[in-house]
């Protein structure tokens, strides 16, 4: 089975530009997690949604917004780039959205911001 | 509020040697425990979950964690480190609603 697959892998873009992160779940997985890793750092949460709706979010710029599709895939917005906006993003799909369900992760999409 | 330490930034052993990875971790009520482990470039595997029961948790690679309420820890083991074993450590609690937090990271080393 396909795990959590995420694309792009690496984006290079520039400051003030926008950038679109895009995530499968895996088959079944109804929740959608979204992380930010800077370099030498913990992830830390974004958003997340469950059947379509946001659960929750975490402590980010209205810069950044998600949305879920019916086929529970996601995307991850990122307005008016900024320099500190360089991170690894990471997705991840889990079979419930509220309580402790593991977390798989896919792999990233690399951001850096010039 | 809720945080998760790890004090070793970074550790090295030798290959066969014993390990043990420190996690302390900040909650006020029973938390949910994890262990994940990055590869340069890759994304996060989990290696081993508490949630409740038995406080001695077996994961994958050979890595078992010990919950200790009464110190708030959750340390990483493994009797004998493998090359392969090379790799970021994350420790995470899972408060039960929607988000996890984790900690900085131990970077594991190991000499041949």
């Known amino acids: 089975d396909a795990g959590v697959t995420q694309s792009p892998t690496h984006l290079i873009k520039t400051r003030g530009q926008q950038v679109t992160l895009r995530c499968s779940p895996i088959?079944?997985?109804?929740?959608v997690s979204w992380y930010q890793q800077v370099l030498g750092q913990g992830p830390q949460f974004i958003f997340q949604y469950y059947e379509k709706e946001e659960r929750g979010r975490g402590n980010f710029p209205d810069r950044f917004s998600a949305r879920q599709f019916p086929n529970y895939s996601s995307e991850l917005n990122v307005n008016a780039l900024l320099l500190g906006d360089s991170a690894l993003y990471l997705c991840a799909s889990s079979l419930v959205g509220g309580e402790a369900g593991e977390l798989f992760f896919g792999e990233g999409s690399r951001l850096t911001v010039l | 509020a809720q945080s998760v330490t790890q004090p070793d930034i970074h550790i090295t052993v030798s290959e066969g040697a014993s390990l043990e990875l420190r996690c302390n971790y900040s909650y006020g009520a029973t938390p949910y425990l994890f262990w994940y482990v990055q590869s340069p470039g890759q994304g996060l595997q989990l290696l081993l979950k508490y949630f409740s029961g038995d406080t001695l948790v077996q994961g994958i690679k050979g890595f078992e964690a010990e919950f200790k309420r009464s110190q708030s820890s959750f340390n990483l083991r493994k009797p004998s480190v493998h090359w392969s074993d090379a790799a970021e450590y994350f420790c995470a609690v899972g408060p039960g609603t929607y988000k996890y937090i984790f900690g900085t990271g131990t970077r594991l080393k190991v000499l041949a």
């Open positions: 088959s079944g997985h109804k929740s």
